[in-house]
């Protein structure tokens, strides 16, 4: 047990250090231009009215919904994150779990959203049908996932961040890292 802790950490740092990011195209970027051209996207998108989409399920639903306060208390840019409990037991219950996400995305996302889709293993249904319905509606996608780097998920993005890590922990705690560092950055921008 003493290994695995001692090594912890030395772990997440290289599984951190070890980011993949792509654009749209499946160029790779590195982490800092991924992370000051997704922090763009959403200043300029925020600029022009439009609002921050985050969505997620178990831990990542937990980050979409501390990361949407973050950015619209912290940031000043309005976000949400579409994981309310009734919400998803109703749309869940009345349409099947896989349209939790879609389904709101269809009734409030406006062309120019910027979603943010975050799963660990970038196969949830409900995540890739809802990156394709926000892509109907016009909306810009960023999408965070882990575990398989040929996941559906990590060339559905216009900026897609992929953590080389198999296991949830490492991946949840640098995705939840990855979205302070946008929110860091864009704030930073704006203090000067």
């Not at 997440?12 to 499946?26: K, P, Q």
């Not at 996207?41 to 925020?46: G, K, P, R, V, Y």
């Not at 409990?85 to 879609?102: A, M, R, S, W």
């Not at 799963?119 to 016009?138: D, F, T």
Request: aromatic share 10%.
């Amino acid at each position: 047990m003493r290994k695995f802790a001692e090594s912890y950490y030395s772990n997440l740092f290289g599984f951190a250090n070890s980011i993949r990011v792509t654009d749209r195209s499946g160029k790779e970027l590195t982490f800092p231009q991924g992370i000051e051209r997704a922090g763009n996207l959403i200043t300029s998108q925020a600029a022009s009215g439009q609002k921050i989409i985050f969505i997620g399920n178990g831990g990542s639903a937990a980050i979409s919904s501390h990361m949407a306060v973050d950015f619209w208390k912290n940031g000043g840019i309005k976000a949400i994150s579409f994981n309310d409990g009734p919400q998803l037991t109703c749309i869940g219950n009345d349409y099947g779990y896989k349209h939790v996400f879609e389904k709101p995305i269809e009734m409030f996302a406006d062309s120019g959203d910027i979603l943010i889709a975050i799963s660990s293993s970038g196969r949830s249904e409900n995540i890739l049908l809802g990156v394709k319905a926000a892509g109907l509606k016009g909306c810009r996608t960023i999408t965070l996932s882990g575990f398989d780097e040929n996941n559906p998920l990590s060339s559905m993005g216009e900026f897609n961040f992929y953590v080389p890590s198999k296991s949830y922990g490492p991946v949840e705690v640098i995705h939840h890292s990855i979205c302070h560092c946008i929110i860091d950055t864009i704030m930073k921008g704006k203090s000067g």
